[in-house]
């Protein structure tokens, strides 16, 4: 990891953690939300299976599958998460649902960053910075040689990348 990533990424959890604090006062508390949100936008556990619908969305309507649980790929058999599941399938329990993903997804970089080992990076600081998400992208279709002379966009900040060259 770059210098100081691990405590900036820190950093930049605890804020989002206290915006989502915020976000819960204002939205899941409210009346006027909870009531306008629920019931509406209901999708049922089988038209969701027969739609494609995948992810939070899907696990929404109460199907509990996880790609990252039931075919772990990259490092996540070596992650502890919860898989939140809504049992409406309407537009709250989507709220609650992608509410509680934000807060497993943060678990799990925090567990990424006790893991990572110290030592040279796999991939070159040659060549131009890449978004982390097109790093992501391209690793998950296994074009490696397409990201190994890149460098990955790496500050963590809740607007997202404020320098998108990597300073070294």
Known sequence: M???FAERTRVALGQTREVLKEVDKLLTRNRIFVDRMKNTGIISKT???ALSITGPFLRSTGVNYDVR???PYAIYDR????????QHGDNLDRYYVRMEEMEQSMRIIEQCLTQIPEGPVQVSSEGRPIPAAEMVDEAKMGRIPAIADRAPVTDPVLEGAINHFINR
């Open 2 to 4: 770059p210098a100081g």
């Open 47 to 49: 038209d969701a299976i």
């Open 69 to 71: 649980k039931a075919q």
């Open 79 to 86: 992650v502890q998460f919860e898989v939140p599941l809504g």
